[in-house]
């Protein structure tokens, strides 16, 4: 009898110790592994880093906003975009951000604004939104990103407006690019591309938009880096340069004076082409420089030996019909901005000083120019 009562403690022992380590073991395998559900997020794409709030009014002024208007914020962060819009505005708009404190951050903020019933803060994959209903669209994302959604900013209604900072969107055009250095961050210099769709490949881009009336800060080369970019295009006394968007003038200058090079500027701002015009004047190289008032895209570039460029990768990418009709053996040079698809031949890094404390890259392509295959 003893034997029996043993033998049935020892497997009521056995198991409850069975029982006990085998829930302990699902427990463990249940928190290392939740379930898939629809509150199941990946981690974000990229870390994230609040938009300056001068760049943020620039964005919602490139929008041009109406009361009416829905604002969809994409990657919101601190809310920063989608409370401004709402308090400056009087829209309504939503922000979709994967990270859980910043949401939770931003309707904080929102709450303590008054704006709870105005805008609304979501924690979703922003690949994975219908973007159908927004007349506006807002990203300060990277390039890469951009190109993922594609798909859904291509589905937007015909009159709708995208605000990117500092990245465009794949191979289309803007209908405006804005370049501006606020007295913020070391005066760090930033993009806004402006779309409104359907949108445009090849034709959409007008030239940097940097009138004096829209207070947008020209933002010049320094003079290092200007120089620089002429000892790597070997600009030699009987050639001649083309600046394209030559600003104050400074790189057609230097061509003139320490190369005795010819050189010719294309420039949009009135004022710009005024006063560079007048400092050529007053160096008595009249004779050397020409500024021409117009639009980059409409230069021809056939009688150049050297181009200049400090635009962006968009306007770059727009040039190459006017790049592949310059002369072969002719030189492009460009400040911080490759040529989407072309391979370059020399990349040089400079960091200026002083005053400019980032590192720029400087880009050289000889014609005729080499694309890169797929």
Not at 100 to 107: A, D, I, M, N
Not at 175 to 193: M, N, Q, S, T, W
Not at 285 to 302: H, M, Q, T, Y
Request: aromatic residues 8%.
């Amino acid at each position: 009898m003893n034997r029996v009562v043993s033998r049935g403690i020892f497997v009521v022992l056995a198991l409850a110790a069975i029982g006990f380590f085998g829930w302990s073991g699902w427990r463990e395998y249940r928190d290392d592994n939740p379930p898939e559900t629809s509150e199941t997020f990946k981690q974000p794409d990229i870390p994230y880093a609040p938009t300056p709030m001068i760049v943020v009014e620039r964005m919602l002024e490139a929008a041009k906003l109406k009361r009416r208007d829905l604002l969809y914020d994409l990657g919101s962060g601190d809310g920063r975009i989608v409370i401004k819009a709402a308090l400056t505005y009087g829209v309504k708009a939503e922000g979709f951000e994967l990270d859980p404190k910043l949401v939770e951050q931003s309707r904080k903020a929102a709450k303590e604004a008054g704006l709870a019933s105005k805008v609304t803060f979501l924690r979703r994959d922003i690949l994975t939104l219908d973007l159908q209903d927004a007349d506006v669209i807002t990203l300060s994302l990277s390039r890469d990103l951009n190109r993922k959604l594609l798909p859904q900013l291509e589905k937007l209604k015909a009159g709708a407006r995208i605000v990117s900072h500092d990245y465009g969107l794949g191979d289309y055009m803007p209908e405006k690019l804005i370049r501006f250095a606020p007295e913020v961050e070391g005066g760090r210099e930033h993009l806004i591309y402006v779309y409104t769709t359907p949108l445009k490949t090849g034709t959409g881009a007008t030239a940097v938009d940097r009138p004096s009336t829209a207070g947008i800060n020209f933002v010049p080369t320094p003079e290092i880096v200007a120089e620089e970019m002429l000892v790597m295009a070997r600009v030699m006394p009987h050639e001649t340069v083309y600046d394209l968007g030559s600003g104050d003038g400074r790189i057609l200058i230097a061509a003139a004076q320490k190369y005795g090079a010819k050189a010719v500027g294309y420039e949009i701002d009135h004022r710009l082409v005024e006063d560079s015009r007048s400092k050529i004047k007053s160096l008595g190289l009249s004779k050397k420089i020409e500024v021409r008032e117009g639009n980059l895209f409409e230069a021809d570039l056939s009688q150049a030996d050297v181009v200049t460029l400090y635009l962006s990768p968009t306007m770059n990418a727009k040039l190459l019909p006017q790049f592949d009709r310059m002369k072969p053996g002719s030189r492009i040079v460009s400040h911080d901005f490759d040529i989407p698809g072309i391979r370059h031949q020399t990349v040089v890094k400079v960091t200026p000083g002083g005053a400019y404390k980032r590192e720029r890259t400087i880009y050289l392509w000889t014609t005729p120019l080499e694309r890169v295959k797929d």
